[in-house]
C-alpha cells in the first residue's frame, strides 16, 4: 500500500523536490505515515487480544494469555517490518528526479 501511495503521489514528490525539499523530508513523510498506520494496528490489535484472550487460553501452550514479553516481541516485529515496507519506496520516490516526474503527467 505504501509503494502504491507513493506511485500516486508522484507528481507531488516533483513538486516538493522542485521547490526544495530535502530528499530526507520526504523519506521521513511516508515512513512517518506508515508507523502512526502500524501504531493505530497494534493498539486495536492488543485491545483485541486483551479481549479475546479467555478464548484463546485453551490454543496456548506454554505461554500465559498475558505473556509481556510476547507482546512486546510482535509489536517490535511488526514496527521493524512496517519500517522497512515503507522505507524502501519511501527511498525510491526520494531519488525521484523532480523534472522527470513533472513531465511524467
Known sequence: MIAYSVAQRRREIGI???LGAQRRELRWMFVRSALVLTGIGVA???LAAAGLMQLMKSL???VSP???LTYA????LLGAVATMASYLPARRAAAVNPVEALRAE
Open 16 to 18: 516538493r523536490l522542485a
Open 44 to 46: 486495536l490489535g492488543l
Open 60 to 62: 496456548l501452550f506454554g
Open 66 to 68: 498475558v505473556d509481556p
Open 73 to 76: 516481541a510482535v509489536m517490535a
